[in-house]
């Protein structure tokens, strides 16, 4: 599958600061990659480098086939970018937004107004188009966003944090929005911090911790090296939980750990043979149970044993921070007349 994404070596200081660290990525065509990491990892310095917002100290990246040092212009030209924060004009309204955006890029006026229609009617914005944008909420202004971004008809697109403080709705909104866009070919390099979100859209995920891929792969490759399947027993109370453990060790069916605050016992299960076993065993104890499950890590789990650190943990730089001062240290406008979407 050809890459429309490809990173090498790719390296970015600001001051005494690493940012990026050498980081190699590739993405195939068509598909979604996640990137996740704390605040800080050095995500949103990936996308402005791919972006060509920001020249690479070291390394090279081709987007959509161009090298983004050597050819900036036919990178620009192919991708879209939607950033933590609203980059549009509050004080106008939304088509006319969208009509600056698409004259920017050079469409003739008649070609400018029909991609401006096209993408309101197909974004669900028509009805709020002739609106100023300070009426907005904020999933209406994300949507506006996302639709700035989709006027070049970008074959790549950058979804920097993308649902940051939208409410349910909204989020899911986006990413059926999302979805359809992968459907038709476009390629999705996608930044978040919701777990969930990567969940939904990524066809695989690739970690960042102080400036490095930490893990890269399929989100079911990623949640296996981490622990795997665990058989889960909650014995009544009163049965000790060791004499559980006891009968998982007896038989031979390898790690258990017992959660002495909590009763729970758990036996982590490398093949199906040997879940068979074990509940075989339980079956030949006696022993009153309240409930027995088998759990999978998911990729909070994944998260935290690879950086330490739940998603949303704040772990901002002293210097370089993410966003350079550029998306996430601007604060998110608000203002009391906004309108629901």
């Known amino acids: 599958m050809t890459a429309a994404i490809e990173v090498q070596g790719l390296v970015k200081h600001f001051g005494d600061v690493r940012a990026v660290n050498g980081v190699d990525l590739e993405v195939p ?50 991708m879209g970018l939607t950033g933590q924060y609203s980059m549009v004009d509050i004080d106008i309204s939304g088509r006319e937004n969208l009509y600056l955006f698409a004259r920017l890029l050079d469409l ?48 790549v697109l ?96 390898g790690m258990v750990r017992t959660d002495e605050k909590t009763g729970l016992v758990s036996l982590t299960i490398s093949h199906d043979d040997q879940l068979t076993r074990a509940v075989r065993t339980l079956g030949e104890t006696g022993l009153p149970l309240v409930s027995v499950d088998t759990h999978t890590p998911g990729l909070d789990e994944v998260f935290l044993a690879l950086t330490g650190r739940t998603p949303n943990t704040e772990t901002r730089r002293k210097a370089g921070e993410e966003s350079d001062g550029t998306f996430a240290d601007r604060p998110a406008h608000h203002d009391p007349g906004q309108v629901d979407d």
């Open 29 to 78: 065509a068509g598909t979604v990659l996640g990137l996740l990491g704390p605040n800080g990892a050095g995500k949103t310095t990936m996308i402005r480098m791919l972006a060509t917002l920001v020249p690479p100290d070291a390394g090279r990246a081709w987007v959509a086939g161009h090298e983004i040092s050597e050819r900036p212009d036919l990178v620009r030209e192919s």
């Open 108 to 155: 003739p006026r008649r070609a400018a107004w029909a991609r401006v229609d096209e993408l309101l009617e197909r974004l669900e914005l028509t009805r709020v188009a002739g609106r100023l944008v300070s009426t907005y909420s904020g999933g209406l202004r994300r949507r506006l966003d996302l639709a700035a971004s989709l006027l070049g008809r970008p074959k």
């Open 158 to 253: 950058y979804l920097d944090e993308p649902t940051t403080g939208l409410d349910p709705h909204s989020r899911n909104g986006l990413w059926d929005i999302a979805r359809e866009l992968v459907a038709q070919g476009t390629t999705v390099l996608l930044t978040t911090q919701y777990m969930t979100e990567a969940e939904e859209l990524a066809d695989h995920v690739a970690v960042m911790d102080d400036g490095a891929v930490v893990a890269n792969g399929p989100i079911a490759e990623l949640c296996a090296k981490v622990g795997g399947t665990v058989l889960r027993v909650r014995p009544a109370p009163s049965v000790p939980p060791n004499a559980v453990a006891s009968a998982f060790t007896d038989a031979g069916l």
